[in-house]
């Protein structure tokens, strides 16, 4: 599949030339291959200036790859050089995959968005709410209070539940979480991990602010409760094997895939102060609908242009066109009165779907599409999706600690590529 996609890929940098879907091919902005070299240069200074080992950068438009490039190598040690089939860990690429197994529920009318998450979890009912409150000593105690409202299926998927992952401190509760070592349990299943959080408070009340965490692992679980399935079986059957995502899991089981894993730089591994770079080589029972999954860029590639597509990919439907319009339309915006901690990762130019990141606004000194949606993941992988322009990126790295810079620096050269 690759092969063509490249050959394809080497005559639009040779030649500015993309073949096109037929009624697609006038839609959007066109890349300039001056502007794509640009690009490719960016990329080799990283990895020349020893950022990272090596990266994959895919952009598609019109359902044919116009840029398509291996840069370096997949691992330091081992020196293989990066190829179509090195398997990445994708972490938070995992949740948009997730909201749309979530949103085929919804379709058949065995979930609603609007549900109480107790519905399918019968302990949310009886979780409380931490807050803060300081004594005349200035000492500060945890308090527990009341729900206003029940957490939703929603707030799952919008950061809206008072989940919090815990690791970026800023509170009691998140110290909470951060000592309940959620991330430190991969004998650990989906059950095992939310009646643990059902054991702790919310950070805030249901719908008060976006606050990143935990929530699209709660959602992997209530899909199991609801399917009778573990969450990889639902995703197999329901969305992976009939995509042909060959190569996406929640760990590489087989040995002889394990030399085509991509590996960060070795002194590039800290997730967190909690948590290094995880190895997909070991079996892990726990399957994280928020940030499990390794994959290969062809395998996205598929699971993006059927977003793109509006739900369809190969004649097969996996959604309705609306639906994917619901998931990438804003729930955070200002009319639902949800305000935005201060790691509110959209930026100040974006909203939040159901899984996803939407422009809602333009960047100054730029003419970035509005409606555009994507996320990214901490080991360095990040994806967009441009309608407006019939286009889609995906970028493969490991590089925790240089992925927020490289993602607006690529970014910016990609759109800047399309006179954008």
Not at 158 to 181: E, F, Q, W
Not at 207 to 212: A, K, L
Request: proline share 6%.
């Amino acid at each position: 599949m690759f092969g063509r996609r490249a050959l394809i890929a080497t005559l639009v940098l040779l030649f500015g030339v993309v073949g096109a879907q037929a009624g697609s091919e006038n839609r959007g902005h066109k890349f300039t291959p001056e502007g794509l070299a640009k690009v490719s240069d960016y990329i080799r200074n990283e990895i020349a200036t020893g950022k990272f080992p090596g990266a994959i950068l895919l952009l598609q438009q019109h359902g044919k790859p116009v840029y398509y490039e291996n840069f370096g190598v997949r691992d330091v040690a081992t020196e293989l050089s990066m190829s179509a089939d090195t398997i990445f860990r994708l972490y938070s690429m995992s949740k948009p995959i997730t909201c749309v197994l979530a949103m085929m529920l919804v379709e058949e009318g065995r979930l609603a968005i609007s549900d109480p998450v107790s519905k399918y979890i019968p302990a949310f009912a009886g979780m409380k709410v931490g807050v803060e409150k300081k004594a005349e000593d200035n000492k500060i105690s945890l308090e527990l209070e009341p729900l206003n409202r029940p957490v939703t299926i929603e707030d799952l998927m919008r950061h809206t539940a008072g989940i919090p992952y815990g690791y970026y401190g800023g509170g009691l509760v998140n110290k909470v979480y951060a000592d309940a070592g959620l991330f430190d349990n991969k004998d650990s299943t989906n059950a095992d991990l939310v009646a643990k959080i059902t054991a702790l408070p919310l950070a805030e009340q249901p719908g008060t602010i976006w606050d990143y965490g935990h929530s699209t692992d709660v959602l992997g679980r209530v899909i199991e409760v609801i399917s009778g399935k573990s969450l990889f079986q639902f995703a197999k059957e329901r969305l992976l094997d009939p995509l042909g995502m060959k190569d996406t899991a929640f760990y590489v089981a087989d040995p002889a895939k394990w030399p085509r894993i991509a590996e960060p730089m070795p002194d590039d591994r800290a997730i967190s102060p909690m948590t290094q770079v995880r190895d997909p080589r070991k079996p892990l029972r726990w399957e994280s609908g928020g940030g499990g999954l390794v994959g290969t860029v062809g395998d996205y590639a598929r699971f993006s242009q059927m977003l793109l597509n509006g739900g369809t990919l190969d004649g097969r439907r996996y959604l309705k066109p609306e639906t994917i319009a619901l998931m990438a339309s804003d729930h955070v915006g200002p009319e639902t009165h949800v305000e935005r901690d201060r790691n509110y990762y959209p930026g100040e130019n974006s909203g939040y779907g159901l899984g996803l990141a939407v422009r809602t606004s333009v960047p100054a000194g730029t003419s970035w599409p509005l409606g555009e949606y994507r996320w990214d993941g901490v080991g360095g992988t990040f994806f967009f999706i441009d309608p407006e322009d019939d286009l889609f990126g995906i970028f493969m790295v490991q590089t925790p600690s240089q992925r927020g810079r490289i993602q607006l620096a690529l970014k910016t050269l990609i759109y800047q590529a399309m006179g954008r």
